[in-house]
């Protein structure tokens, strides 16, 4: 079992910027992807960014160039950066862990842009 415990939420206006930590403990295995996943109103869950062990990334074309995701291995913990936030990145943001048989989820945490 992996557990998954995100932070950095919030409100924030309008070209802002917010930083998603996601901290995993349990079974973690050596190899494995970490990243984010968001869920807005009335949508399905989308790709924001992963990163593997190895520290190669894979982001969603929207996201890039304003969204950067980085993880520190020895403290089994993926990070989001998260600039010039728009209203249309107002989601629920949930932490991924990919090991090498399966997968877990965060809760999530809530973004919120507003205008």
């Known amino acids: 079992q992996v557990q998954l415990v995100e932070s950095g939420g919030g409100l924030v206006q309008v070209g802002g910027s917010l930083r998603l930590s996601c901290a995993a403990s349990g079974s973690i295995g050596s190899i494995n992807t970490m990243g984010w996943y968001r869920q807005a109103p009335g949508k399905q869950r989308e790709l924001v960014a992963t990163?593997?062990?190895?520290?190669?990334?894979n982001y969603a074309d929207s996201m890039k160039g304003r969204f950067t995701i980085s993880r520190d291995n020895a403290k089994n913990t993926v990070y989001l950066q998260m600039n010039s936030l728009k209203p249309e990145d107002t989601a629920v943001y949930y932490c991924y862990y990919g090991g090498a048989y399966t997968n877990y989820w965060g809760q999530g945490t809530q973004v919120t842009v507003s205008s």
């Open positions: 990163i593997h062990t190895t520290g190669s990334t």
